[in-house]
């Protein structure tokens, strides 16, 4: 019996009893669909969880922290004599970042710093931090620009705004913010600002700024004074898409401590530390350095080594494995649950296959003593079960694209990427699944009909 005719008589056969054939590949279709969804719900939420960790800075990056502004407060000492008690905390500086550069694995090590400000245009004002890094970060951040440039470098202070910042800014008169008061929440409001083309009056001495014109004392306070900073760029983006960088204004680091000896002229600058007699150091410290590794798996190695010369080293390197590992959890429980509805459309399909057989067992053997060969009455029944799993999968893979985009659709609001994500190797696998599944439901079926005494078959009524 050719291949051929192997096909058209299963075909045939299923044909002939439409009805408990449309009933068993409808349990096929209703487990892919359970078993497809299941697992993309899964795979949806890891990726989400994925898309979170990169808009906190990446999975190769590492935030590393001194001793007097170390993360969460928490400090690092060393000695600064070995033979005395006296300790100086573990700063940042130019040495640092240069160090931090050399280490193996480093593609990039970059010194942060940032100024809280309070920004004005017109009757519009809004507080943000002013972030400073190196050329060579700014440039390999995969920052998108929505208008303008990147900060270049050079000593003029030139800031490159976040896309949220916009929506931030209030009337200084009124106290009311257009955004977050806006009467229509579906389509606020921004303030009347231009980022790019009118001039930004950038205040630094927040003191001055918060401080309501007296001192403690009770003394008059000068003015703080505003200094015009242009704008080199906005970053793409709308308002309310959040982005690591969208709520700050980056520029040059270098032009930002020009900017800083400037505007404080030998006083303290805010947020670096002074010496016992309350001077502050010649030299700016910065808040953190920013470093990046050339691969995901030299980040507990480099983290290590960071430690090693006493900074905190933090990074999202244990916050995803610890979400890998949630989702592997996830993924299994929800594999499970849509493999238990497989398993009763295999029995499904045993069954059918099995009252086919009694039903044709006369058949079966009239063609035993024709002469076929047992190998082809066992394939036939194979294919049977076989074209099964195949309708079945390709109905219930359409079906499990159509709830998915309705899950998606339902939860667009929560999870912008989708928490459904049926990826084009889970349908393969689905589609083989189903095939082999009903193979195998199929085979116990085939055997005995292979083996069933065909002049006991011809006699059977």
């Not at 969880?49 to 999975?59: D, F, L, N, P, R």
């Not at 990039?108 to 245009?121: E, H, M, N």
């Not at 292979?450 to 002049?455: A, D, G, K, N, V």
Request: aromatic share 10%.
């Amino acid at each position: 019996m050719s291949v051929v005719d192997l096909l058209k008589m299963s075909l045939s056969s299923l044909w002939r009893r439409k009805l408990r054939t449309i009933l068993t590949i409808l349990g096929v279709v209703i487990g892919t669909a359970s078993i497809v969804v299941m697992i993309s719900l899964g795979l949806g939420l890891n990726r989400s969880m994925m898309e979170q960790i990169e808009e906190y800075g990446g999975i190769t990056t590492i935030n590393v922290y001194g001793g007097d502004s170390g993360y969460y407060g928490y400090e690092v000492a060393v000695a600064v004599d070995s033979d005395s008690e006296q300790q100086e905390p573990v700063r940042i500086d130019d040495a640092a970042i240069e160090a931090f550069s050399q280490m193996e694995h480093v593609e990039l090590a970059s010194p942060v710093l940032s100024i809280y400000v309070a920004a004005k245009q017109g009757v519009w004002e809004n507080t943000f931090n002013i972030q400073g890094m190196s050329q060579e970060a700014l440039h390999k951040m995969n920052l998108e620009v929505g208008e303008g440039t990147l900060p270049p470098e050079g000593e003029e202070l030139q800031l490159f705004y976040g896309n949220t910042l916009i929506r931030d800014f209030y009337n200084a008169k009124t106290g009311q913010n257009p955004y977050w008061e806006s009467p229509d929440p579906e389509n606020p409001q921004l303030a009347d600002v231009d980022l790019m083309n009118d001039p930004m009056f950038i205040i630094f001495d927040m003191d001055a700024y918060w401080g309501g014109g007296t001192d403690e004392n009770g003394n008059p306070l000068p003015a703080p004074k505003k200094y015009v900073v242009p704008a080199c760029g906005v970053m793409a983006g709308k308002p309310d898409e959040w982005s690591e960088y969208s709520y700050t204004a980056l520029c040059d680091v270098e032009a930002l401590k020009t900017q800083l000896r400037k505007v404080f002229k030998g006083k303290q600058i805010p947020g670096q530390p002074t010496n016992k007699s309350g001077k502050p150091y010649k030299e700016i410290y910065y808040d953190r350095a920013y470093i990046r590794v050339d691969d995901i798996n030299h980040m507990e190695e480099v983290q290590e080594a960071i430690r090693g010369m006493g900074y905190q080293a933090e990074s999202n390197a244990e916050w995803m494995e610890q979400t890998q590992e949630q989702s592997r959890s996830i993924q299994a429980a929800l594999g499970g649950i849509g493999a238990v509805s497989l398993f009763v459309a295999a029995i499904g399909i045993a069954n059918t296959m099995m009252m086919s057989i009694y039903e044709r067992t006369k058949e079966i053997g009239v063609i035993k003593v024709l002469g076929c060969d047992m190998s082809a009455i066992r394939n036939m029944f194979l294919a049977e079960a076989g074209f099964i799993g195949l309708i079945g999968g390709v109905v219930g893979l359409a079906l499990s694209y159509g709830i998915s985009s309705i899950i998606n659709f339902v939860a667009k609001e929560t999870y912008y990427a989708g928490i459904s994500y049926i990826p084009f190797y889970l349908s393969g696998m689905a589609m083989i699944f189903a095939v082999i599944i009903g193979m195998m439901a199929g085979l116990f079926p085939a055997l005995r009909a292979m083996r069933l005494s065909p002049l006991a078959a011809i006699r059977n009524e």
